[in-house]
């Protein structure tokens, strides 16, 4: 049953992600990604040791804007420093070579790591496990990722990563639906086990790759 309540979550997200497009532009039929599809993105993410838990699945163009949906698998980080959302260990590090700063600048700011996107919000629906989420505040002393790195090119567009200041913490767990407004900084500070969700990305400004499909899946 709550494989088909995530799944219905999914269409209707796709098919009402923008209010700005009226009933003439909307989808002619449904994107369904079914849940063979995600366990076979989540397989080539282990079978490759793929370092950067942010999956892609497909990226839908409807005409006035996109949606991207992905699927996000994390491990166990402790109380640590953080698991940043959306990819931070992907591609050899998304800052790397990166000298374009972004946020506020405070010389003497501390604090765990987290991204804010620029052009896409996110919806996360916890298929399971459980996380500390923060969100909300500042990013300051922020570097954005280089133009060629997977999260601007494939998973998020233009985004930045810094320190978090004036953020709220909340625990998310299994069956909970989060949305994330773009330009709104986000994080995990502390994973116990795992967290697996799925990430629905509107994209009015259509920065993500258009007709995107992930290599595990058919075209």
Same mark, same amino acid.
């Given at each position: 049953?709550?494989?088909?309540?995530?799944q219905?979550?999914?269409?209707?997200?796709?098919?009402?992600?923008?209010?700005?497009?009226?009933?003439?532009?909307?989808?002619?039929?449904?994107?369904?990604?079914?849940?063979e599809?995600?366990?076979?993105?989540?397989?080539?993410?282990?079978?490759?040791?793929?370092?950067?838990?942010?999956?892609m699945?497909?990226?839908?163009?409807?005409?006035?804007?996109?949606?991207?949906?992905?699927?996000?698998?994390? %491990?166990? @980080?402790?109380?640590?420093?953080?698991?940043?959302?959306?990819? +931070?260990?992907?591609? /050899?590090? !998304?800052? $790397?070579? =990166?000298?374009?700063?972004?946020?506020?600048?405070?010389?003497?700011?501390?604090?765990?790591?987290?991204?804010?996107?620029?052009?896409?919000?996110?919806?996360?629906?916890?298929?399971?496990?459980?996380?500390?989420?923060?969100?909300?505040?500042?990013?300051?002393?922020?570097?954005?990722?280089?133009?060629?790195?997977?999260?601007?090119?494939?998973?998020?567009?233009?985004?930045?990563?810094?320190?978090?200041? %004036?953020y @709220?913490?909340?625990?998310?767990?299994?069956?909970?639906?989060? +949305?994330?407004?773009? /330009?709104v !900084?986000? $994080?995990? =500070?502390?994973?116990?086990?795992?967290?697996?969700?799925?990430?629905?990305?509107?994209?009015?400004?259509?920065?993500?790759?258009?007709?995107?499909?992930?290599?595990?899946?058919?075209?």
């Amino acid at each position: 049953m709550r494989k088909q309540i995530w799944q219905i979550l999914v269409i209707v997200m796709l098919l009402a992600a923008s209010p700005r497009v009226g009933l003439a532009q909307a989808l002619k039929q449904a994107t369904v990604i079914s849940n063979e599809d995600v366990n076979a993105v989540l397989k080539r993410q282990a079978d490759t040791h793929r370092g950067n838990p942010d999956n892609m699945m497909r990226v839908v163009d409807n005409g006035q804007y996109q949606v991207g949906v992905a699927i996000v698998h994390w %491990g166990a @980080t402790g109380g640590g420093a953080g698991a940043t959302s959306g990819g +931070i260990r992907g591609g /050899g590090g !998304p800052t $790397a070579n =990166s000298t374009e700063t972004c946020g506020e600048q405070r010389p003497d700011a501390t604090g765990p790591q987290g991204y804010l996107h620029d052009y896409t919000g996110e919806t996360y629906i916890v298929i399971s496990g459980s996380a500390t989420l923060i969100s909300g505040g500042t990013i300051v002393n922020g570097k954005r990722p280089m133009p060629t790195s997977e999260i601007t090119t494939t998973l998020n567009g233009p985004s930045c990563l810094g320190t978090m200041v %004036g953020y @709220t913490s909340r625990v998310i767990k299994e069956g909970d639906v989060v +949305i994330i407004p773009e /330009g709104v !900084p986000h $994080a995990f =500070s502390s994973i116990p086990d795992h967290i697996t969700y799925l990430s629905v990305r509107p994209d009015l400004k259509k920065v993500l790759p258009a007709g995107y499909v992930n290599p595990a899946l058919k075209q």
